[in-house]
């Protein structure tokens, strides 16, 4: 398995559209594999393919509490969402050490191929529900800072600009 470089915003390539999966193969296993030990090394809960520059609909994540349950999204599709909706702060790894609110469904059912290509649906509540938006959103080039303000939008995309530059230097 090997360590994927996760982009970081506001770098271009998160606004790329992911395509789908056409073949559940040995290179797609690989990914999510490389993606699931990505993730965990950087102690997030999701990680969407658009985020280590891979334009394909795969999606990783494990919101348990032991983060020993991990799920595999492949060419997700949300066939059902509540009317309810909840605000909660989320983060990215794509966007490190920055967090705010979002409003998202409270309850979504997801459709997908697993790891094998195997159908399956996922209901999802609560920190599950939260990171499955996310991630889809990954996929269609929307980061979570697109929620926000354009004055804060704004102030995240000049404090990541200049981040990049002093990590450049160092």
């Known amino acids: 398995m090997a360590r994927l470089s ?16 056409t073949t559940v193969d040995a290179r797609i296993r690989q990914l999510v594999d490389d993606m699931l030990e990505t993730m965990y090394e950087a102690e997030g809960v999701g990680l969407a393919a658009t985020q280590v520059d891979v334009h394909e ?19 997700p599709e949300i066939i059902a969402r509540s009317d309810e909706m909840s605000l909660n702060e989320e983060g990215c790894l794509s966007v490190p050490a920055t967090y705010d609110k979002v409003n998202r469904h409270a309850r979504v059912t997801v459709r997908a191929l697993d790891r094998d290509g195997q159908s399956f649906d996922l209901e999802a509540e609560g920190l599950t529900s939260i990171c499955v ?26 404090r990541m600009i200049k981040k990049a530059r002093e990590e450049q230097k160092a």
């Open 133 to 158: 938006q996310h991630e889809m959103d990954h996929l269609v080039g929307k980061v979570f800072v697109e929620y926000l303000s354009t004055l804060k939008r704004d102030r995240i995309r000049t």
């Open 6 to 21: 996760i982009l970081r915003y506001p770098d271009p390539r998160l606004h790329t559209v992911a395509r789908p999966v």
């Open 57 to 75: 609909r795969v999606i990783v994540m494990d919101t348990s509490e032991s983060h020993d349950r991990p799920v595999v999204l492949i060419n």
